[in-house]
């Protein structure tokens, strides 16, 4: 909206300072602003009201015992970085862009289907929340519809060709079934990736604001025919504004750690982690760069093969089990590290896994 009134200041009133507000980058950096300004003002009576409801975090009894303390703390905070993400978006985005509205349905769609589970869970006391089946229907329905919209709408090849980095031209066509069944697996399971991931104060997070950092700068070379050409990726219309939306992830995740970090006033919940993983999965997608989120979403990865190794392996052993307990970071909790130390240890492994990623920019 503010872009809008800025080109009606700038063309009809003839105020050309306002012609800076076109700038993708300028806008970009507002957004992160504004939706950090949005979570610290917002946050306080969020959480007050959040707490005044009980909406509080039921804890793991076989899980370590140091969690015990966090029992009733109030979750769903990811409501907050959802209204932070949408009202900074309608503010600075480009409205008339299909790549930003495509980002907010996926985005407060999951944030749906995780506000129900959390929400049958904290107020109705149902330990399994939304049932696995439907919560993975509706995740899927969301999947396949994005998938088969980006799989219709794309206008030349390389909008759904497989890109391996570090190699100049090693591109591998899917075809039109190809593109949505990568899509569908590439949205749905960076979705529970992240949530899964979700376990310990700030350790989501953080590793989802640097991974959105990057893909704003993949989304602003592949809008910009100059940069895409001269780093050999491919050309993609309009993917350029999606760095706003990325912004704005970016600044709500900020403010939102202000409340995570250790010990936590507030968890994020599904209604969070369900979003912003399944907004990760989207852009990459519509960027081509999803080995690239593979790469820089290591410690999701790593996460989500760690429940799957777990169990696989308990279910064919006869009760044996890979780990201490999955996911992972309860692992290396249980093995000794104190909570700080496997957050920020797994913050700094998703910083090199992100810096690698960048590196695909230019190596190649």
């Known amino acids: 909206m503010l872009l809008i009134l800025s080109q009606w200041l700038a063309q009809d009133l003839h105020l050309r300072a306002f012609n800076v507000f076109g700038y993708i980058t300028l806008r970009t950096v507002l957004a992160a602003m504004t939706a950090l300004i949005i979570s610290f003002i917002a946050g306080p009576p969020v959480i007050r009201w959040l707490a005044a409801k009980k909406v509080g975090q039921a804890v793991r009894l076989d899980g370590p015992q140091t969690h015990l303390v966090k029992s009733g703390t109030p979750t769903m905070g990811g409501a907050l970085i959802l209204i932070a993400i949408g009202v900074t978006t309608l503010l600075w985005a480009d409205l008339s862009n299909r790549y930003v ?15 129900y589970d959390d929400w049958r869970k904290v107020v109705y006391r149902d330990p399994k929340g939304l049932a696995s089946r439907w919560k993975y229907f509706w995740q899927s329905l969301i999947g396949l519809a994005v998938a088969v919209y980006l799989a219709m709408s794309a206008n030349i090849p390389a909008q759904t060709e497989l890109i391996v980095p570090f ?11 190809g593109f949505i069944v990568l899509t569908y697996l590439v949205v749905v399971g960076t979705s529970n990736a992240v949530n899964l991931t979700d376990g310990l104060d700030g350790l989501a997070i953080m590793p989802t604001v640097m991974i959105a950092g990057a893909l704003a700068i993949f989304a602003y070379v592949a809008g910009s025919a100059v940069f895409s050409r001269y780093l050999l990726m491919p050309y993609i219309p309009g993917a350029g504004e999606l760095a706003i939306f990325l912004g704005a992830m970016a600044g709500a995740g900020l403010g939102f750690l202000w409340f995570n970090a250790y010990p936590a006033e507030v968890f994020m919940g599904d209604v969070g982690a ?21 790469i820089m979403g290591g410690v999701f990865v790593a996460e989500t093969l ?19 307990m ?23 492994i998703t910083i090199m896994l992100v810096l690698v990623g960048l590196s695909t920019l230019k190596l190649r």
């Open 274 to 294: 369900l979003a912003l993983g399944g907004a990760l999965g989207t852009v990459a997608v519509i960027v081509r760069q999803e080995i690239v989120l593979a």
């Open 167 to 177: 190699f100049k031209s090693v591109n591998y066509p899917l075809g039109i079934v």
């Open 326 to 348: 999955a996911p992972l970071h309860h692992h290396y909790e249980l093995g000794g590290w104190k909570e700080t130390q496997v957050v920020v240890r797994f913050w700094i």
């Open 101 to 115: 509205w495509v980002l907010l349905i996926v985005t407060l769609g999951f944030g749906a289907i995780g506000w």
């Open 306 to 324: 760690s429940v799957a190794a777990q169990v696989l392996y308990f279910k064919y052993s006869g009760g044996k089990r890979i780990f201490r």
